[in-house]
């Protein structure tokens, strides 16, 4: 059969690539030809994957992400890897070992994170879909800070065979798009079991989006619209949701009294999971090689010095900490316990609603070197986290501006109602399409 | 409350390496960090987590490894099909 | 002072005889391929790869835990175990650390006051082997480890017993025992190098603890223990302290030494591993039909076959062996069973011993064939033994092996007897005297002094006799039936 390939040569201005492929090959399928961005934290074999780590320089993996492998089998191209923060850490994919990337609709603000990179390519239109993750937010955030659309799947539903780990228990492969439609088409792609992630389900995804939501129930949690939300911003939001009254929705005030304690608990969880995957950079089997005429702890350290950046280690110290001989019980395992709440609160909720709605951020991107504070750099992941501790799946769809930036409306459904939360975000959609 | 002895410590728990300069600030925001988190403390329940998804396994059949060169080809330095390693004696 | 009472635990760690590892498809058969030859994403550890659990593996290991009579628990998973080394290809092991697959059990041995007693067992466990280190270099040109992956992800089971045993031996017997009934099960192979590996944990009573890890041979284990013993008590008799550390045995000089202490004060920070799912496994135990077991075999061997109890715990010890002793007898179990335990149990094994060579040495057809001519007193035991040493030798030497029978005629053994030799029952006037009475007969007249010896009531003076008609005949007279021959012709003379 003969390769066929497209020519990809994107004015990337934004620098959302870290690799370029200029001639893609293709096959047949769903997506023949549709050149399509993987952030670069997903496997893709034979093409450098770097997490934008500079512990992964060079790195080569022999193998593709079973996502990836499903999308050449739908005939698409893969059009390159994006930029991200370093190993899916951050919120504005300032923390990049290989510099960051402007946000399309405004240049000197960030574009969110981490998939910043594969928001950015897809709202400057060099890709029509992309591929980001999400373990906190890291697709809705960027979505919504571009004005773009992304879903983060119910957990388990894409497999994570592939993916670069940061969190296990929190994270997906999500698709990336600037329509509804095609979020849910790059979706029907990558769903479905897969036997080597022993975390995924059997639930494919075979949706067209549908805009009828007459009769849908819809919970509007106070917790989101409350002290740290920008009144502007819970603004637009609201109108957002008005034209979803207009449409037929119904809405109840609902609570989430463990969103009090959610953000501590994801932070625990995933600065756990990741001190724990991030031990086996080592610079023996793959990466900037360790210097074999040292001692083996020495070595290890000074790969790990040069290799991670700030906020990496940060992280991994607090990990470390959290799962050290005695403060177990006090962090991890009280943060399981934590999480286990958050995910009866949401249950309950979707008990007597539907969907939950709200912002998908509290404020709208914000300018580079602006959140210099690591804190108040994850108080800023306050209204996604909680979308992840309880595995439920959901979307930001852009809903209207504040100071000429982007702001995105958050959808959340039950668990493996994926199809319910894209209708909502695609009813909204054609009906501003107008 | 930790102090920069006890960061000394987890740095070199994890092997990651932390320079003197860096210590104080580290110290600092590690801090404010962990009372954030003190907020787990108020946390109440049994934490049985609910898993509908248990014997998750495969069938005992041998399928083909990697080519031993690529096995190797990402690795730093090899000698004799063995990857090697700095010294652990 | 203390009662001096040693008390000794266990952590066994054993390689489960399935074809792939335990996480993920890589054949384990890697023992004679080249290294980083059984490697793939997941047991490299490259970033993104994740485990999926080999059932059989499982199955495996609730067999064991059955036939040890342990509470197979109902949910268990899986933890990782985080450490930094180079053999560790994700930087954390995965195993099982506060959920085990089971728990309790027991293990019967022979203790040292020759009764049979129980180890009490603690739990049982699943997790993966790492991969193998060598290390390399010297000073001058610069030391370096070269690591090899083949080995990780090898499933292992992991067996915990209470400090129950009393002594090095009993702590011997207890592995020769155990691996006994894991081969029984046929879950694992105790041939292949490396497959069976220990912890040991020994105090004298009053004392602190002291770990020995990584003691890779059965008999390393009893002289690693023998060894602490010996250096604890002297420690304890010069009124030092037995520091409670981490040690390892070197087996080439055969001594304990201790570990670096940066060893010892690991925090493993074990936490549920994430991309795995609990089990629920404890209703697969009834549907499992466990084979005869050491003990068990045992009791038959010595109802079915008449067997001591000494020798058939030997015989039933090691599942080869037990095999091979009931193809011996197959053909003639009323014929062969006795003179086939002593033969085996005392006789082969020790020649195997000393020429350093497994059962597969001989075919069970010819020792079956070599039995048959003892039984028929066709050569006496002591030729027998020459026999059997020219059957190893030959197959040792890779030489085409004779028949026993044919050993026998080339070396010339054939027992000569008065009442069987063949010129006996062909010549009927009996003119023609058999070699034994000829000889008798010579002896008689060439150790004058001897007879009269005898005569004159000195009953050595017999057994003086007996030896030179043993010479004249090289060995080949019955010796019950010459006993019977010189009495009746030293009667005659009076």
């Given amino acids: 059969m003969a390769a066929r390939q497209i020519t990809f040569e994107p004015d990337d201005r934004y620098h959302a690539f870290l690799t370029v492929c200029r001639k893609a090959p293709h096959g047949d399928g769903k997506l023949t030809s549709v050149a399509i961005a993987v952030k670069d934290n997903i496997s893709t074999q034979g093409i450098e994957t770097t997490c934008a780590s500079k512990i992964l320089k060079g790195y080569i993996p022999p193998y593709d992400a079973h996502a990836v492998t499903l999308l050449k089998g739908a005939g698409a191209a893969i059009a390159g890897k994006t930029n991200m923060d370093e190993f899916g850490m951050g919120t504005t994919t300032e923390n990049s070992a290989y510099g960051p990337t402007l946000n399309p609709c405004d240049p000197a603000r960030v574009p969110g994170g981490s998939s910043g990179g594969s928001a950015a390519a897809v709202a400057a239109g060099m890709v029509r879909m992309a591929l980001g993750t999400d373990t906190g937010g890291s697709i809705r955030c960027p979505a919504a800070f571009c004005g773009i659309i992304g879903l983060k799947p119910t957990y388990g539903r894409v497999s994570r065979y592939g993916l670069i780990a940061y969190a296990n228990s929190l994270e997906q492969i999500g698709p990336m798009a600037r329509t509804v439609s095609d979020v849910s088409l790059l979706m029907s792609v990558i769903a479905g079991h897969d036997r080597r992630d022993s975390t995924s389900y059997d639930r494919p995804y075979t949706h067209m989006p549908s805009a009828e939501i007459r009769g849908l129930k819809i919970g509007i949690p106070q917790e989101y619209f409350g002290a740290g939300v920008d009144p502007k911003v819970a603004g637009v939001v609201r109108k957002a949701i008005g034209r979803l009254e207009e449409l037929g929705a119904t809405t109840l005030p609902c609570n989430i009294p463990s969103m009090e304690y959610a953000l501590a608990a994801y932070y625990v969880t995933c600065t756990s999971e990741a001190s724990s995957n991030l031990a086996r950079f080592d610079g023996v089997r793959y990466g900037p090689a360790a210097d074999t005429k040292k001692p083996w702890h020495d070595a290890f350290r000074e790969v790990r010095r040069a290799g991670f950046g700030t906020e990496i280690r940060r992280r991994i110290m607090l990990g470390t900490f959290a799962l050290s001989s005695g403060y177990y019980g006090k962090y991890y395992a009280k943060a399981q316990v934590a999480r286990e709440n958050v995910r009866k609160d949401f249950a309950r909720i979707l008990d007597n609603v539907d969907v939950i709605c709200g912002p998908t951020m509290p404020t709208i991107a914000f300018r580079f070197g602006e959140k210099s504070d690591p804190l108040s750099m994850y108080l800023s992941d306050i209204l996604t986290v909680p979308v992840n501790l309880a595995g439920i799946p959901a979307i930001s769809v852009p809903c209207g501006k504040v100071d000429g930036m982007p702001v995105g409306l958050q959808v959340m459904g039950r668990p493996f109602e994926d199809e319910r939360v894209i209708d909502t975000a695609f009813a909204y959609e054609q009906a501003v399409k107008g | ?89 | 002072m203390t009662g001096g009472e040693i008390i000794v635990g266990l952590e066994v760690h054993c390689q489960l005889d399935t074809k792939s590892k335990l996480f993920c498809g890589c054949s384990t058969d890697y023992r004679d391929d080249g290294p980083n030859t059984h490697v793939c994403p997941i047991c490299l550890g490259l970033p993104g790869s994740m485990p999926v659990l080999n059932r059989r593996a499982i199955e495996y290991a609730i067999r064991v835990a059955k036939a040890l009579d342990c509470t197979v628990i109902q949910e268990s998973e899986f933890s990782r175990k985080n450490y930094f080394y180079p053999d560790l290809d994700k930087a954390y092991q995965i195993t099982q650390y506060d959920k085990p697959l089971a728990e309790g059990g027991y293990l019967e041995i022979e203790g040292d006051d020759g009764r049979e007693r129980r180890v009490q067992l603690t739990r049982i466990h699943v997790e993966e082997d790492p991969g193998r280190l060598v290390h390399m270099g010297n000073a001058e040109r610069g030391r370096y480890s070269l690591v090899d992956y083949n080995r990780a992800g090898i499933p292992l089971i992991e067996i915990v017993t209470e400090p129950d045993m009393r002594s090095p031996k009993e702590a011997r017997r207890f592995l020769n025992k155990l691996r006994a009934t894991l081969e029984y099960l046929a879950v694992f192979d105790s041939e292949k190098e490396g497959s069976l590996r220990v912890d040991a944990n020994i105090s004298i009573k009053g004392s602190e603890r002291v770990e020995i890890k990584n003691i890779t041979s059965y008999k390393g284990v009893e002289k690693a223990l023998t060894f602490e013993v010996t250096r604890q008590k002297n420690l304890i008799r010069r009124g030092h302290a037995v520091n409670r550390e981490t040690r390892h045995f070197l087996e080439a000089r055969g001594i304990t030494q201790s570990a670096r202490s940066k060893e010892q004060e690991h925090d493993y920070r074990y936490f549920p591993e994430p991309d795995l799912r609990p089990l629920h496994v404890q209703s697969w135990v009834p549907d499992i039909t466990l084979p005869e077991l050491p003990d068990a075999r045992r009791e038959r061997f010595m109802a079915q076959y008449g067997c001591s109890l000494n020798h058939a715990r030997t015989l039933t010890g090691d599942l080869r062996l037990a095999n091979f002793f009931e193809t011996v007898v197959a053909g003639d179990p009323k014929g062969l069973s006795s003179l086939a335990a002593t033969w085996t149990a005392d006789t082969l094994i020790g020649e195997l011993n000393y020429r350093d060579v497994s059962l597969d040495a001989l075919d069970a057809a010819s020792f079956s064939a070599l039995l048959t001519l003892l039984k028929n007193g066709t050569i006496t035991d002591k030729s027998g033994i020459e026999v059997l040493r020219v059957m190893l030798d030959q197959r040792l030497r890779g030489e085409p092996a004779d028949t026993p029978n044919a050993i026998v005629d080339r070396m010339g053994v054939r027992k000569i007897t008065a009442t069987l030799h063949p010129a006996h029952k062909s010549i009927p006037s009996g003119n023609v005297p058999d070699p034994v009475t000829a000889a008798i007969s010579d002896v008689l007249k060439e150790q004058q002094k001897a007879v009269e010896d005898y005569r004159g009531g000195k009953k050595e003076a017999f057994n003086f006799l007996v030896g030179q008609v043993m010479k004249k005949t090289r060995g080949c007279a019955d010796p019950a039936e010459l006993n019977r021959l010189l009495a009746e012709e030293l009667k005659k003379e009076t």
Avoid: C, W
């Fill in chain 2, 1 to 89: 409350m930790v102090t920069e002895k006890d960061v000394v410590h987890i740095a070199d728990l994890a092997d990651i390496g932390i320079d003197a300069a860096e210590l104080g600030t580290f110290t600092g925001q590690f801090n404010a960090i962990l009372e954030y988190f003190d907020i787990l403390d108020r946390v109440h329940g049994d934490g049985t987590i609910v898993r509908d998804l248990h014997n998750v396994m495969r069938e005992d059949e041998a399928e083909p490894s990697l080519p031993q060169e690529e096995v190797l080809a990402n690795a730093g330095a090899d000698e004799d099909g063995f990857i090697k390693a700095p010294r652990v004696m």
